[in-house]
């Protein structure tokens, strides 16, 4: 391991100035139906490859030898460039995702969302704070709209609220959308209740409207309305001009069946360390293939978004061997394979070490076979960081984008603390990792919450947000990935994938 390591220190520090804002909205959901599934052979499920099983062979060795980064300490391969660190300002709570547009880069915080202009990345430059708290504040941007998920309960819809017990029947949750046609003054313009708010949320935006997909999920009996059988998402309609009419047109259910708790995965005791599935924690869609693929706690779906306010599954895959907690998904660029990840510990606890193993925690890659409504998602081979990491760590599989690499699957990816990796998957079956950056454990002693949140790329460079040390910059230099940085965006919110090659 000593051969792939560099050690380095953040090279800048810039703080930025803060911007409030506040209004108000709501509205109502309704109901669907939608299709059944089928469950994969478990025979499937094959040990980790012989490439990264060596790369875990040098982890073990690394760590034997007294290798692992001290706290705070930032390493990386020698064809990774740790360009800068911005560290939190304003916004002091927990760093989430990320969306871009232009030279602008939106990021996510619990109390808000902060906007950078990363025209030049090696020095980025805050240009607003906005603070408007409620967890997890997802962020996506579609030209002058940027929309805000709020998944905690709420005195009300606007940016002043306060935070309040679930089971209070006037606690609002949902979208909130911002006009940010002034990029220094982002104006809160509408919101939309959903039942169960919006953990995560998805766009797909047509020329006159963005339809948003809202996933939303809680195994808390304390939420009333997200009780089983919540087995859908919340479809919203917004017209880009008049986002004050935005509006739930939909709630398509994704798993139908009889009983109160649906036809999604039982979880446990049924299947032992399984998450019951009560919703969905993420959906990522290609529109350019009409194509969505949804993270939906105990299973995996795929379905079809032709009709945007009508999603239809095609087919739906269950791993109860190694999966406990289907995240998020990332489809290849010709749309024959989809990275499913496990958010083993749901993201707090240390899961990349040899005690949990290379399996679990880790990346589920799927082909996918057959042709319209006949696809199948068929089960590769897993993915996991071969870098061991201390016991101090929450480190599981966690946000990434596809690096534009005509001919190539490759992808970017947060690990929480485990940091960002670059990995191939070009050959589904030996997937590998080709690059890395990471600090070391925010503490020596105490699990401690930290890491990257998102590490996508965009325009030539990795841009990540980390929980508690901020915002990073990274430079890839590697002739597998060269190519990527002749491929320019206009804008990218990583869960609505770009066709790069059209």
């Given at each position: 391991?000593?051969?792939?390591?560099?050690?380095?220190?953040?090279?800048?520090r810039?703080?930025?100035?803060?911007?409030?804002?506040?209004?108000?909205?709501?509205?109502?959901?309704?109901?669907?139906?939608?299709?059944?599934?089928?469950?994969?052979d478990p025979?499937?499920?094959?040990?980790?490859?012989?490439?990264?099983?060596?790369?875990?062979?040098?982890?073990?060795?690394?760590?034997?030898?007294?290798?692992?980064?001290?706290?705070?300490?930032?390493?990386h391969?020698?064809?990774?460039?740790?360009?800068?660190?911005?560290?939190?300002?304003?916004?002091?709570g927990?760093?989430s995702?990320?969306?871009?547009?232009?030279?602008y880069a939106?990021?996510?915080?619990?109390d808000g969302?902060r906007?950078?202009?990363?025209s030049?990345?090696?020095?980025?430059?805050?240009?607003?704070?906005?603070?408007?708290?409620?967890?997890?504040?997802?962020v996506?941007?579609?030209?002058?709209?940027?929309f805000?998920?709020?998944d905690?309960?709420?005195?009300d819809n606007?940016?002043?609220?306060?935070p309040?017990?679930?089971?209070v029947?006037?606690?609002?949750?949902?979208?909130?959308?911002?006009?940010i046609?002034?990029?220094?003054?982002?104006?809160?313009?509408?919101?939309?209740?959903?039942?169960c708010g919006?953990?995560?949320?998805?766009i797909?935006p047509?020329?006159?409207?963005v339809?948003?997909?809202?996933?939303?999920?809680?195994?808390n009996?304390?939420?009333?309305?997200?009780?089983?059988?919540?087995?859908g998402i919340?479809?919203?309609?917004?017209?880009?001009?008049?986002?004050?009419?935005?509006?739930?047109?939909n709630?398509p259910?994704l798993?139908p069946?009889?009983?109160?708790?649906?036809?999604g995965?039982?979880?446990?005791?049924?299947?032992p360390?399984?998450?019951?599935?009560?919703?969905?924690h993420?959906?990522?869609?290609l529109?350019?293939?009409?194509?969505?693929?949804?993270?939906?706690?105990?299973?995996?779906i795929?379905?079809?978004?032709?009709?945007?306010?009508?999603?239809?599954?095609?087919?739906?895959v269950?791993?109860?061997?190694?999966f406990?907690?289907w995240?998020?998904?990332?489809?290849?660029?010709k749309?024959?394979?989809?990275?499913?990840?496990?958010?083993?510990?749901?993201?707090?606890?240390?899961?990349?070490?040899?005690?949990?193993?290379?399996?679990?925690?880790?990346?589920?890659?799927?082909?996918?076979?057959?042709?319209?409504?006949?696809r199948?998602?068929?089960?590769?081979?897993?993915?996991?960081?071969?870098?061991?990491q201390?016991?101090?760590?929450?480190c599981?599989?966690?946000n990434?984008?596809?690096i534009p690499v005509?001919?190539?699957?490759?992808?970017?990816?947060?690990?929480?603390?485990?940091?960002?990796?670059?990995?191939?998957?070009?050959?589904s079956?030996?997937?590998?990792?080709?690059?890395?950056?990471?600090r070391?454990?925010?503490?020596?002693?105490?699990?401690?919450?930290?890491?990257?949140?998102?590490?996508?790329?965009?325009?030539?460079?990795?841009?990540?947000?980390?929980?508690?040390k901020?915002?990073?910059?990274?430079?890839?230099?590697?002739?597998?990935?060269?190519?990527?940085?002749?491929?320019?965006?206009?804008?990218?919110?990583?869960?609505?994938?770009?066709?790069?090659?059209?």
């Open positions: 391991m000593t051969s792939l390591r560099t050690t380095s220190t953040p090279r800048a810039i703080r930025g100035l803060a911007v409030a804002t506040a209004a108000a909205g709501l509205l109502v959901s309704l109901l669907a139906a939608g299709p059944a599934a089928a469950t994969p025979g499937d499920a094959t040990a980790q490859t012989a490439a990264t099983a060596e790369q875990a062979s040098e982890a073990r060795a690394a760590i034997a030898a007294g290798e692992i980064p001290g706290v705070d300490e930032v390493v391969s020698p064809n990774v460039e740790h360009l800068v660190n911005i560290p939190k300002d304003a916004l002091k927990i760093n995702d990320l969306a871009f547009q232009g030279r939106f990021a996510g915080n619990y969302f906007i950078f202009d990363i030049n990345p090696r020095s980025p430059r805050t240009v607003a704070q906005v603070l408007c708290p409620g967890s997890q504040n997802d996506s941007v579609s030209g002058n709209l940027l805000l998920s709020t905690s309960s709420r005195s606007s940016c002043a609220s306060v309040q017990p679930a089971s029947k006037e606690s609002w949750e949902g979208m909130k959308i911002f006009d046609s002034d990029i220094a003054n982002p104006r809160y313009v509408a919101s939309v209740e959903t039942n919006s953990h995560t949320h998805t797909v047509k020329r006159k409207d339809y948003i997909y809202v996933s939303s999920y809680s195994p009996a304390a939420f009333p309305d997200c009780q089983p059988p919540h087995d919340s479809v919203i309609k917004v017209p880009r001009k008049a986002p004050e009419l935005a509006k739930v047109v709630f259910v798993f069946g009889e009983g109160p708790d649906g036809g995965n039982p979880g446990s005791p049924t299947n360390g399984v998450s019951k599935t009560t919703g969905c993420d959906l990522t869609v529109p350019s293939e009409d194509l969505a693929a949804g993270a939906c706690m105990g299973d995996g795929l379905f079809d978004i032709e009709d945007p306010e009508h999603p239809r599954v095609i087919d739906r269950q791993d109860n061997v190694n406990a907690f995240h998020s998904a990332t489809f290849n660029q749309a024959n394979k989809v990275v499913f990840t496990d958010e083993l510990g749901g993201g707090g606890a240390a899961t990349c070490n040899e005690t949990v193993g290379p399996n679990r925690g880790a990346d589920g890659i799927y082909d996918i076979v057959g042709k319209g409504d006949k199948k998602l068929v089960f590769r081979s897993y993915f996991k960081i071969p870098r061991h201390a016991d101090t760590e929450n599981v599989a966690h990434g984008s596809l005509k001919g190539k699957d490759i992808m970017v990816q947060a690990w929480y603390q485990g940091g960002v990796s670059v990995w191939d998957f070009t050959d079956r030996r997937p590998k990792e080709i690059a890395y950056f990471e070391g454990p925010v503490s020596a002693t105490t699990l401690a919450t930290g890491g990257s949140w998102s590490a996508y790329y965009y325009n030539g460079y990795i841009y990540s947000n980390d929980i508690a901020g915002f990073d910059v990274l430079k890839l230099s590697d002739k597998r990935t060269d190519k990527a940085a002749r491929v320019r965006l206009d804008e990218l919110n990583v869960q609505t994938q770009p066709d790069y090659f059209d």
